[in-house]
């Protein structure tokens, strides 16, 4: 299977960061009417250039935030109770009292074929991630995207694809 140069994409996110971030940030005090759609037709333009399956990096090296009710799904799939699933696998921080992964990578990433084996009952986190499609996308910039542009090539390329529709619209 063919394999993501993630290397690659965590230096060229390291050396756009600022300017990213910062392009970023403008977009967001401008108030684009329509930002949303542009956010979409970026996120798309990005899936063209990056697939999950060739890199899977959120799987082996990051935590989803666990619900209670997930956890129960997903340790019955398993013949097992909450506690021993929480047990076995997860731990809450202090700071923020979210449930995590204790370990990378998710115990439920199969590195061979880099898929999730629980993919059609995973997590609600999983499944929005990167959270390109929320409506709430100003609130995300500085906890979710800045951050995660030099860990998901996704995230990197969709902030560079909307950094250039805003400029090809005069918006920056
Ligand atoms: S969401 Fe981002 S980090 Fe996760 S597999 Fe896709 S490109 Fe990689
Ligand atoms: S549950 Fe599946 S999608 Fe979520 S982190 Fe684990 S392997 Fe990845």
């Not at 996308?137 to 995207?145: C, G, I, R, S, T």
């Not at 390329?157 to 250039?164: D, F, G």
């Amino acid at each position: 299977m063919k394999k993501l140069n993630y290397a690659y994409y965590v230096r060229r996110a390291h050396a756009k960061k600022k300017k990213l971030a910062a392009s970023l940030k403008k977009i967001l005090r401008k108030k684009p009417h329509g930002l949303l759609k542009e956010v979409k037709a970026a996120s798309d333009d990005a899936w063209k250039e990056i697939s999950c399956v060739e890199c899977g990096h959120c799987c082996r090296e990051m935590t989803p935030t666990w619900t209670k009710p997930e956890i129960k799904r997903i340790a019955e799939r398993f013949g097992m109770t909450y506690k021993q699933y929480y047990d076995k696998y997860l731990y809450t921080e202090e700071e923020t009292g979210d449930i995590m992964n204790a370990n990378t990578p998710c115990q439920h990433f199969d590195n061979r074929t880099r898929m999730c084996t629980v993919y059609e009952i995973r997590p609600k986190d999983c499944a929005e991630f990167p959270h390109f499609h929320r409506k709430d996308f100003k609130d995300q910039v500085d906890d979710v995207f800045i951050p995660n542009m030099p860990r998901c090539p996704a995230t990197l390329v969709m902030v560079e694809k909307l950094e250039q529709r805003m400029k090809d619209k005069g918006v920056i």
